[in-house]
């Protein structure tokens, strides 16, 4: 079996590639970065170091290949003969991923090539429809008939954690990736063309929305959470922020609401999210991952989006009548996230020295001034 994976970076490498290549898949990365991509080829394997605080296991995955994403008839000649496609390049990267992409498909429509599963592991809630408008303007009708008909863009939910890569793991092997061992990835049955692929870890969800909602407001969100409380207390890793109990009493009550807000929209058994959270809060405090507060938190202006993890989360407890007040004080101090390496975070900043807190959370978060959210908000800035 041959699969096409678009970016060989932390979740490709990281993720993908090992459930991959434990399925039984020959698998061609698809790469901008040259020097990655004639390491790989020169290898065909690469090292993973699966960490946990029960110990470390390496691994090395094999039958692997690579090819530079400029090389458009090779990346069309790849995916004519794929039997699984995935991304995970980064949703603002997914614009410069569709005209390639978009020709691979082509060439498999006239070949008369059969339907094909494209995973989309963007960390993006409805990547599928994004994903079909970017590919629309690359493909002539025919090609649009076979997208329709013969290809599932399907979406993921991504819960592997893997870190920045250190300068130290970085020296040891250019192409050694650290990642923690959870291994399962849920996809949305509905999205895919024909029966399940074939990939170990993969769980074909018919509740899918309930499981993006899931990830979004309790992964994600007690994540972030971890991180800007963290950040203000002065905490580089993650695993410290999960080890302060003044941090860990605020991520635990807004766990608390968005629990029961998911429960009150989609039906899930309330102590089955406890039990789901209570394994999040283990895997946060994982050392020997080294995920820090700046990775974490990176980019505030994203994750304070209206439907995103704090702001979207907010507002689903506000629908149902719970009252988001930890996920306000989180609100707050992702506001205040003041990383001076981190581009998102001054842009913030510079937006609420400019035209105020009102407006920022206006414009950034679609708070309005006279919400409930928004008094929540003030009463702890």
């Known amino acids: 079996m041959n699969a096409v994976q678009f970016g060989a970076g932390n979740i490709g490498r990281g993720f993908l590639g090992q459930l991959l290549f434990e399925s039984g898949y020959r698998t061609t990365f698809i790469e901008a970065n040259p020097a990655l991509v004639g390491a790989l080829n020169r290898r065909g394997e690469y090292p993973l ?5 029960t110990g470390i296991q390496d691994l090395t995955i094999g039958s692997v290949r690579a090819i530079d994403a400029r090389d458009a008839e090779a990346v069309a000649a790849a995916l004519a003969e794929a039997d699984l496609a995935g991304t995970s390049v980064g949703v603002d990267v997914l614009p410069r991923v569709a005209p390639t992409l978009a020709a691979g498909l ?20 409805h990547a599928a429809p994004l994903m079909r408008d970017l590919l629309l303007p690359h493909l002539a009708p025919p090609a649009r008939d076979f997208l329709d008909t013969h290809i599932g863009l399907v979406e993921t939910v991504i819960g592997r954690m893997v870190p920045v890569q250190t300068d130290a793991v970085r020296a040891e092997d250019p192409l050694l990736i650290v990642a923690e061992p959870y291994k399962e ?13 074939p990939l170990v870890g993969l769980i074909a969800a ?19 959470a971890l991180a800007y409380l963290g ?18 009493s605020v991520c635990a009550a807004a766990l608390s609401e968005a629990s029961q807000a998911l429960v009150a929209e989609y039906g899930f058994a309330l102590d089955a999210l406890r039990a789901f959270t209570d394994d999040l809060m283990r895997r946060f405090a994982n050392k ?10 990176a980019d505030p202006l994203r994750k304070l989006r ?5 702001v979207g989360a907010a507002n689903l407890c506000l629908k149902h009548g719970i009252t988001p007040a930890a996920l306000a004080q989180v609100i707050v101090a992702a506001l205040a996230y003041d990383n001076p390496d981190d581009a998102k975070a001054m842009e913030l900043q510079e937006k609420r020295r400019a035209t105020g807190d009102a407006a920022t959370l206006r414009d950034v978060a679609g708070v309005a001034s006279d919400s409930q959210l928004a008094s929540l908000i003030r009463q702890r800035l």
């Open 49 to 53: 170091r699966l960490a946990s605080d």
């Open 306 to 310: 209206p439907n995103d993890r704090l």
């Open 206 to 224: 018919d509740d899918f929305d309930a499981y993006e909602a899931r990830k979004l407001f309790l992964h994600n969100a007690s994540h972030a």
């Open 288 to 297: 020997a991952l080294g995920d820090t507060v700046a990775r974490v938190a």
């Open 106 to 125: 082509s060439a498999r429509a006239a070949r008369g090539g059969g339907p094909l599963n494209v995973l989309l592991c963007e960390n993006q809630w």
């Open 185 to 197: 990835l849920p996809v949305a049955r509905a999205m895919l063309r024909g029966p399940a692929p």
């Open 231 to 248: 950040w203000l207390r002065g905490h580089e890793f993650i695993w410290q922020c999960a080890e302060d109990r003044d941090i860990t």
